[in-house]
Structure formats: C-alpha cells, structure tokens
C-alpha cells in the first residue's frame, strides 16, 4: 500500500517540462538578461524558451533602446542583436540606457530649436581609440565618460558651443563639448590640477570645466568643476573650485534636463544658461515680471570673495489688456539683501538706459548683472511706471524676489598645509614645475579647413602669445 502512496505521489509530482509555454514565457519575461541566461543552461525545453524573440525585443529595448526598425535592419534575431550589442557596448550597460536616451532627447530638441548644432556633433569613438586615450593620459576614463563618447565623440571646435553660452554687453562665453583627443591635449599634470581632464573649452575666455581622474589635490574623483585661482595665496598652485557635478552620468543628464525641459531659454540659437525659479514670477494688473538668473565662475573668485552674477528679465503686458493701459517704464528700484543680512537699496531711471514702452501682448526683455562679496543674496523691488494716455497717472510694478547663489566651492588641499609646507620643493620638482604645461591657457590654431586645434600653452609666455593663450584666469584679473 505504501509502496503504491509512494509510485502515486511521483507520478503526481509537478515538472517544469510539463507547463504549458504561456506561463513559463510569463516567468521568464521578469528575469533580467542574465538570469535568462543562466536559465538556458537549467534544460532543453528552457533553453528553447529563453530565445523567445519577445522576450529579447524587451531586453534590447531596455537596455540599448531598439527599436522593431533596428532589428530589421540588422537581419538577426533579437536574441542574437542583444549579444551584438552586449559585445561591443556590455561594460556600460548600467549607463548606455540613460545617456543614450539623454543624446537622443537633446538631438531631438536641438533640431527643432538650435538646429546648426546637429552637424557639429561627431561620431562616436571607438572602443581602441579610448584605450589609446588612457595609455596617452596613464589615467583610467571613467565608464560614464566612456559610454557617452562612444554614444558622439564631444563636437567640432566652434561656436555656438553644445554646453551653453552667456553674453553680456562686453563679455561672451560660449562652452564647447571637447571631443576625447581634444581633451586628452589640455590633460593637466601640474601641481594644482594634477590628473584633471577637460570636459569643455570656451574660445573667447579660455574656460573651462574639468573633470577629475584620481582623488588629489582636495579633489573627490570623477566629480566635474570650475578651477578657481586663488588671488590672495602665494602658492600658484592654489586653486579653489566651482563644483558642477558629481560625476560625468550627473553633469551631463542634469545639463540635458534642463535644455529639453526649458529650463535654460533658447536665445538667437544658443543655449543661455540662465536659471529661473517658477515661483519667481510677479503680476501687477496687466503687466507680468519674471525673472531668470545666471553665476559666470569666468569672473568670480572665492579667495577674494567676488560673485558674479547675471540676471535676465522678462516685462510682458497681458494681450487683453485695453490700449489705455499702455504705460511706460520711469525708474527701478531695489532692495539687495546679502547672506550675511547687509541690505542696500539702489534707484536709478530706466532699465540699462532703457526706457521701454508697453503696449498690449508686448515683451521687454533685457539682462544686467551684479557683484556681491557673499555667495548667496536676493534682490527685490518694483518700476516706477507712468500711463501714455495720462502721464500724471504713476503706479509701481512689483519685480519678484529672486535668489541669486553661486555653485558650491572647495578649496585646494594646500590652503589647509603650513605655509612653509608648500614651498619646499626640490630642485628637481623645480625644474618639473618650469616644464609642465599651463592649464588656463590654450593657444588656438586654424588649418585650411578652419578647424582648431587646442594646443597647450608654455609656462614661458611672452607677449604675443598672452593674445592666444589668455585663460579665463587672465580674463578675470582684467574684468573682475
């Protein structure tokens, strides 16, 4: 009887061999690509069911963003397009998705609005030519970097840049989104920037961003910024910094949100990178105030503390308002309050010695910029306006406060060391410092076809070379 229990209970017992294929098709589409693998290897019938082209169209979409077009394209199956992809691009695909879907959207939205940027892009590099990159710098690239050049290898060297522009009535900065042998060109082993990579380049001010190979110097790795020299330090390898990200996945995605979303306004085709809180907006009657604001590290320094910003303003009178209401701007007034609670007040007439007149469904639009010795401030106040029909008639327009605050900063290593520390260097380092090459500088040299090719400048500068390899830090010392 027992044995009959017994031969009853196997014969009864459930195997996944016997289930039908919906069901197992069902499990097996929650499984990542490399349980699905590890599946295959379980039994034939699973090794059948693990090929199901649905279930790699999913995967592919996932993880490289195919598409059904690509998949016809190519000729394989999705199964076998997957190992393709995971061939070449395997050792990113934490990262591929999300900067592959960052390009895709930029692309997307520069062809709409700033289209002459398109064709500046390049191709992606190849896998050797990144490693030859590494060899070239002897510092390993990180995978986010990695992954997005071989997605569109930075973009040709000219203007407007990819990475947003600035101007100002006597100042421009356009950014330009260094392709990887550009910057491997202005890598940097000088004391002060020791194992720091270019990320952008800016014609007109010689600036900046870089990105930080290796933890030294007060630097944390792979975390993006500004260099900032410090004025008031003996040592010229003391050199604070404007951070600008964590890491290249977060500078680069964080910047693209902000494109796309409209955060930085399109302006005669470039991308102004001005920031404007939502709520930062003020309606008195039919006349509408917003206000947008920008921090230009090219003419800030942290030691001494000089902040310069930017702000962008926007006057709109409301379409349906009735012509009687056209009015003209008289005067501004403000109130600056710093972080460390000092208060000014400033009036003067006109706005950048405008006096705008304001007609229904009319926009007046203009920029002006401020200095402050603290990081952080805000400004207030209100137009003093008067109506076209009745000059008598005088009213104020409120202007929302807006916050102004610069990026977070840090200071180099060599602020935190003994004075004396810092000087004592050997003859032979002495000898290192008179060769190593610049990093604010880069001189700029045109062939026949107009490209331009960064080439590092000498520490031995005489006076026509200063024309070419200005710096932003030279840039400061003449506007800030």
Same mark, same amino acid.
């Given at each position: 009887?027992?044995?009959?229990?017994?031969?009853?209970?196997?014969?009864?017992?459930?195997?996944?061999?016997?289930?039908?294929?919906?069901?197992?098709?069902?499990?097996?589409?929650?499984?990542?690509?490399?349980?699905?693998?590890?599946?295959?290897?379980?039994?034939?019938?699973?090794?059948?069911?693990?090929?199901?082209?649905?279930?790699?169209?999913?995967?592919?979409?996932?993880?490289?963003?195919?598409?059904?077009?690509?998949?016809?394209?190519?000729?394989?199956?999705?199964?076998?397009?997957?190992?393709?992809?995971?061939?070449?691009?395997?050792?990113?695909?934490?990262?591929?998705?999300?900067?592959?879907?960052?390009?895709?959207?930029?692309?997307?939205?520069?062809?709409?609005?700033?289209?002459?940027?398109?064709?500046?892009?390049?191709?992606?590099?190849?896998?050797?030519?990144?490693?030859?990159?590494?060899?070239?710098?002897?510092?390993?690239?990180?995978?986010?970097?990695?992954?997005?050049?071989?997605?569109?290898?930075?973009?040709?060297?000219?203007?407007?840049?990819?990475?947003?522009?600035?101007?100002?009535?006597?100042?421009?900065?356009?950014?330009?989104?260094?392709?990887?042998?550009?910057?491997?060109?202005?890598?940097?082993?000088?004391?002060?920037?020791?194992?720091?990579?270019?990320?952008?380049?800016?014609?007109?001010?010689?600036?900046?961003?870089?990105?930080?190979?290796?933890?030294?110097?007060?630097?944390?790795?792979?975390?993006?910024?500004?260099?900032?020299?410090?004025?008031?330090?003996?040592?010229?390898?003391?050199?604070?910094? /404007?951070? #600008?990200? =964590?890491?290249?996945? !977060?500078?680069?995605? @964080?910047?693209?949100?902000?494109?796309?979303?409209? +955060?930085?306004?399109?302006?005669?085709?470039?991308?102004?990178?001005?920031?404007?809180?939502?709520?930062?907006?003020?309606?008195?009657?039919?006349?509408?105030?917003?206000?947008?604001?920008?921090?230009?590290?090219?003419?800030?320094?942290?030691?001494?503390?000089?902040?310069?910003?930017?702000?962008?303003?926007?006057?709109?009178?409301?379409?349906?308002?009735?012509?009687?209401?056209?009015?003209?701007?008289?005067?501004?007034?403000?109130?600056?309050?710093?972080?460390?609670?000092?208060?000014?007040?400033?009036?003067?007439?006109?706005?950048?010695?405008?006096?705008?007149?304001?007609?229904?469904?009319?926009?007046?639009?203009?920029?002006?910029?401020?200095? /402050?010795? #603290?990081? =952080?401030?805000?400004? !207030?106040?209100?137009? @003093?306006?008067?109506?076209?029909?009745?000059?008598? +008639?005088?009213?104020?327009?409120?202007?929302?406060?807006?916050?102004?605050?610069?990026?977070?900063?840090?200071?180099?290593?060599?602020?935190?060391?003994?004075?004396?520390?810092?000087?004592?260097?050997?003859?032979?380092?002495?000898?290192?410092?008179?060769?190593?090459?610049?990093?604010?500088?880069?001189?700029?040299?045109?062939?026949?076809?107009?490209?331009?090719?960064?080439?590092?400048?000498?520490?031995?500068?005489?006076?026509?070379?200063?024309?070419?390899?200005?710096?932003?830090?030279?840039?400061?010392?003449?506007?800030?």
């Amino acid at each position: 009887m027992a044995a009959t229990l017994t031969m009853a209970a196997a014969t009864s017992e459930l195997r996944v061999d016997h289930l039908p294929s919906d069901p197992l098709l069902h499990i097996l589409s929650f499984l990542d690509f490399r349980d699905l693998v590890h599946c295959s290897y379980v039994s034939r019938r699973l090794n059948e069911l693990s090929k199901h082209n649905p279930l790699w169209r999913a995967l592919c979409s996932k993880h490289w963003l195919l598409s059904d077009v690509d998949r016809l394209q190519s000729g394989v199956s999705w199964f076998c397009l997957f190992k393709q992809y995971y061939r070449d691009l395997g050792r990113y695909i934490q990262f591929y998705p999300v900067l592959k879907r960052a390009w895709e959207q930029l692309k997307s939205f520069l062809q709409q609005r700033c289209p002459r940027m398109i064709a500046s892009l390049k191709e992606g590099a190849t896998e050797v030519e990144l490693n030859d990159i590494e060899a070239q710098i002897g510092c390993r690239l990180p995978d986010d970097y990695r992954c997005s050049y071989r997605i569109h290898n930075g973009q040709k060297l000219v203007i407007p840049g990819l990475m947003g522009s600035m101007s100002l009535s006597n100042h421009y900065r356009s950014e330009v989104l260094l392709d990887v042998e550009t910057a491997a060109g202005g890598f940097q082993q000088r004391k002060g920037m020791r194992r720091c990579l270019p990320l952008t380049f800016c014609f007109h001010t010689g600036l900046s961003q870089y990105m930080a190979l290796e933890p030294a110097e007060g630097r944390r790795m792979f975390e993006s910024f500004y260099p900032c020299p410090d004025q008031t330090a003996q040592d010229p390898s003391a050199i604070d910094m /404007f951070i #600008t990200g =964590s890491c290249f996945l !977060e500078w680069f995605t @964080t910047y693209v949100h902000n494109v796309v979303t409209g +955060e930085y306004p399109i302006i005669r085709d470039q991308i102004f990178r001005y920031v404007h809180d939502k709520g930062c907006v003020a309606t008195t009657d039919d006349i509408t105030v917003s206000v947008s604001t920008s921090f230009l590290p090219e003419l800030s320094s942290v030691h001494p503390p000089h902040f310069f910003f930017t702000y962008r303003i926007r006057i709109e009178m409301s379409s349906s308002a009735s012509p009687e209401a056209a009015c003209q701007l008289d005067s501004r007034y403000w109130k600056i309050t710093t972080s460390d609670g000092n208060v000014e007040e400033v009036q003067g007439p006109g706005v950048v010695g405008e006096f705008p007149v304001m007609t229904p469904g009319k926009v007046h639009e203009y920029a002006s910029c401020t200095t /402050f010795s #603290t990081p =952080s401030e805000y400004m !207030e106040g209100h137009y @003093t306006f008067h109506r076209l029909a009745n000059k008598e +008639e005088v009213f104020h327009v409120a202007i929302p406060r807006f916050h102004m605050v610069c990026p977070p900063f840090r200071e180099p290593v060599v602020r935190t060391v003994n004075p004396c520390e810092c000087f004592i260097w050997s003859e032979e380092e002495e000898e290192e410092e008179e060769e190593e090459v610049l990093v604010l500088g880069a001189s700029c040299c045109f062939n026949q076809k107009a490209s331009v090719v960064l080439e590092a400048g000498s520490r031995r500068q005489d006076a026509s070379s200063l024309s070419d390899v200005i710096g932003w830090f030279g840039f400061f010392v003449c506007f800030g």
